[in-house]
């Protein structure tokens, strides 16, 4: 049969109350980039649910933004909508946005984020990732937007790759500027989520659909997971909660083991797992970590009124050194020095480790 995502969280769903969302959606121009993408097209389902005044979807692949488009013409007759394509590291694009829709609230999902291609290609993910993010983020504070909210990741918590450092100094940007705007910058940091663009679930099924075998990278690798609507769900609750600089941790219960995840999905399709479909093991990626974490040493917890919702302390970064260090990574980027690019993101992010030193811990 079709396995059901859900079926394989070993959790309850996550449900709202959505006590404070609508204050600050409903009648608000909303601005998603990113919006055809997994995390960004089910952001932009939700809020219409809330009645925007106007929701704008803005994402560079045209297919995407087509597919949420139509979809949403079907489903939410009356949503005044508009799809735009253009890219994040766009500044002219950009401004033409803001100038002319005045978007106040942000929901900042535009990134790459697959580790190991952004292995291969840095200087991409800085472009995309570090600089999207910070003129994305400079203009809603130059246009007085009320709300800021970046979608990280769990991959930005002592990161092991390219990646999770780009979207590490991401947070840094929005903690920066937060300080020095009117805007009120926060970031929502979750993990993996089931059945996304690229994520284990649907290469597991297409695996098995065509007889497997099944592979992943380590025995021993654990992950946190979430569906996609509880995501969207949990990154709209923690924008009502915003109060500015925070980074909101989502708790999504115990890691999952991905072997215990690939042995369940072949059972609920109807096989013997290492009988009908094999699993192989293919060894770590580059950039690969055999676990993930939600939190910095540095970050103590506090609580919100939602119990899956907890906000980690602001950190004290000054906004001209972080665009400084912005201006620096790019310059890099472009004369395309991938060694000095590694060199200096490690400089800016000193919690940046190479996977072998955080994983013979584990092992």
């Known amino acids: ?21 609508a204050d600050y959606l409903e009648g608000k121009v909303v601005l998603v980039t990113g919006g055809g993408g997994s995390i960004g097209s089910e952001l ?3 809020i219409a649910k809330f ?8 994402d560079i692949y045209e297919n995407n933004a087509y597919e949420i488009q139509n ?8 949503l005044n909508l508009v799809t735009l394509i253009g890219s994040v590291r766009d500044k002219i694009k950009l401004k033409q946005v803001y100038n002319k829709y005045s978007p106040q609230v942000v929901f900042h999902a535009a ?19 570090v600089v999207g993010t910070f003129n994305v983020a400079k203009l809603a504070s130059k246009h007085n937007v009320e709300r800021f909210v970046l979608i990280s990741t769990d991959k930005a918590v002592n ?4 990646m999770g450092a780009t979207k590490r100094m991401c947070e840094m940007i929005i903690q920066s500027i937060d300080k020095v705007s009117k805007t009120e910058f926060v970031a929502v940091r979750f993990g993996n989520v089931l059945g996304s663009n ?10 098995i659909a065509n007889g497997g075998p099944v592979t992943l990278t380590h025995k021993d690798i654990t992950r946190y997971f979430m569906t996609i609507p509880e995501a969207a769900q949990l990154v ?13 941790v989502l708790d999504m219960g115990e890691p999952v083991k991905i072997y215990d995840l690939a042995e369940n999905l072949i059972k609920l399709s109807g096989f013997e797992p290492h009988k009908d479909i094999k699993i192989e093991i293919t060894g770590l990626r580059p950039g690969e970590k055999l676990y993930e974490e939600l939190l910095m040493n540095e970050e103590g917890l506090t609580e919100t009124k939602h119990k899956k919702i907890f906000i980690g302390k602001p950190g004290e970064f000054e906004f001209d050194d972080i665009e400084r260090k912005i201006n620096e990574l790019l310059n890099i980027a472009i004369n395309g020095n991938e060694q000095m690019l590694r060199g200096k993101l490690k400089e800016y992010v000193p919690t940046y480790k190479e996977p072998e030193e955080v994983n013979s811990k584990v092992s």
């Open 1 to 21: 049969r079709d396995v059901n995502v859900e079926d394989l969280l070993g959790r309850e769903a996550i449900t709202l109350d959505h006590e404070g969302i």
């Open 44 to 46: 932009c389902r939700q």
């Open 51 to 58: 009645e925007p005044k106007q929701l704008i979807i803005f």
């Open 71 to 78: 979809e949403l013409k079907r489903n939410y007759p009356n």
């Open 111 to 129: 990134a790459h984020k697959h580790v190991p291609l952004m292995e291969d290609s840095p200087a991409e993910a800085i472009k995309n990732n």
């Open 159 to 162: 990161p092991t790759n390219v």
């Open 198 to 207: 690229g994520s284990v679930v649907p290469l597991f099924k297409r695996q």
């Open 236 to 248: 709209l609750q923690a924008g009502a909660y915003a109060e500015g600089g925070e980074i909101f």
